[in-house]
């Protein structure tokens, strides 16, 4: 496949790059640094601009993972402002270009979150539950969403992935746990109970490449393990893992005080059911958190 990609130089995109390199596809990556793309995405070619493909041979593929890290600092003005832009605004102008070509792309897959249903509480949530609309994040959400539905207006097929916590060898969530988790400084957010979906990150390049290759595929799918856990489940797992307690809660009012609004990503969750992935045929390589984290950790 001819295959465009966006986000292509952060961590779910390297590894994308990495599996498509070895099944022989042809990869482009627009990107604001296309110098970088060569040496961070594995056989992929850099563009700076969409127009560089224009009167090129048309695209099979388009896969839309852009967007500026959420949870790694508080939500200001600005930042909102840089958090639309790099998904929503970028989406619009990915679609309006595919509308452009003489023969648009026959799938967008186009990545959205698990903050799409915002603070679920204990209410069990699939692909069909309604959106959350309480706070930026999954306003954001769903705005990403609707820009890339327009795809559909071009006869393109739209999967969107909302995708939980991603886990990985180097990088992401973990990369951020580990430091005070191994000095045994680790420990609940809040009360601990609130659900926390997540999702290997080998699963999530295969749940990916899934959807592209199955037409039938269109719609949202959750991009998270079949297995549910609270947050205290998680903490204690991982900290056993690495054989370390997991003593030192971070309080919700100290979370809140630090975070503002931003907070609700770490005191919130989902109690998420993959359905329309299960039913899609996709099958998990790591379903148990335990097994996963063990996996992991031995890459370090």
Same mark, same amino acid.
């Given at each position: ?16 790059? %990495? ?26 070619? /850099? ?7 224009? &009167?090129?041979?048309? +695209?099979?593929?388009?896969?839309? =993972? ?27 102008? =990915?679609? *309006? ?21 915002? $603070? ?7 692909? *069909?539950?309604?959106?959350? $609309? @309480?706070?930026? /994040? ?20 739209? @999967? ?15 990369? %951020? ?24 990150? *080998? ?11 199955? *037409?039938?595929?269109? /719609? ?31 309080? @919700? ?40 984290? &063990?996996? +992991?950790?031995?890459?370090?």
């Amino acid at each position: 496949m001819r295959i465009l990609l966006t986000g292509g130089t952060g961590l779910i995109g390297q590894a994308l790059c %990495r599996h498509w390199q070895h099944q022989g596809h042809e990869l482009w990556v627009w990107s604001r640094n296309p110098q970088q793309v060569s040496a961070l995405c594995s056989g992929a070619r /850099g563009i700076a601009q969409l127009q560089a493909l224009d &009167g090129s041979a048309p +695209l099979d593929a388009v896969v839309n =993972l852009a967007g500026a890290p959420i949870a790694d600092r508080p939500w200001t003005a600005a930042r909102r402002t840089l958090l639309w832009r790099s998904r929503v605004d970028l989406t619009r102008t =990915l679609v *309006d270009w595919m509308g452009r070509q003489a023969t648009p792309p026959r799938v967008l897959l186009s990545g959205s979150a698990v903050g799409w249903y915002g $603070d679920g509480g204990e209410q069990w949530l699939t692909e *069909d539950s309604a959106p959350g $609309d @309480a706070d930026f /994040g999954s306003r954001l959400c769903m705005a990403w969403e609707q820009e890339a539905e327009r795809a559909r207006q071009l006869g393109t097929r739209v @999967a969107l992935l909302r995708t939980a916590p991603v886990l990985a060898p180097q990088g992401g969530m973990l990369a %951020r746990l580990l430091p005070p988790f191994r000095l045994g400084l680790g420990g609940r957010l809040g009360s601990g109970r609130q659900w926390m979906p997540w999702i290997h990150l *080998d699963d999530q390049v295969a749940l990916i490449d899934h959807l592209l290759r199955h *037409d039938s595929c269109s /719609g949202p799918y959750n991009g998270c393990a079949p297995e549910a856990v609270r947050n205290a489940d998680f903490t204690q797992t991982l900290a056993r893992t690495l054989h370390r307690p997991a003593a030192l809660p971070a309080p @919700a009012w100290a979370l809140r005080l630090a975070l503002g609004e931003t907070s609700v990503l770490l005191l919130g969750g989902q109690r998420l059911v993959p359905r329309r992935t299960q039913e899609a045929g996709f099958a998990w390589r790591h379903s148990q958190l335990s097994a996963a984290l &063990g996996l +992991l950790l031995q890459k370090q």
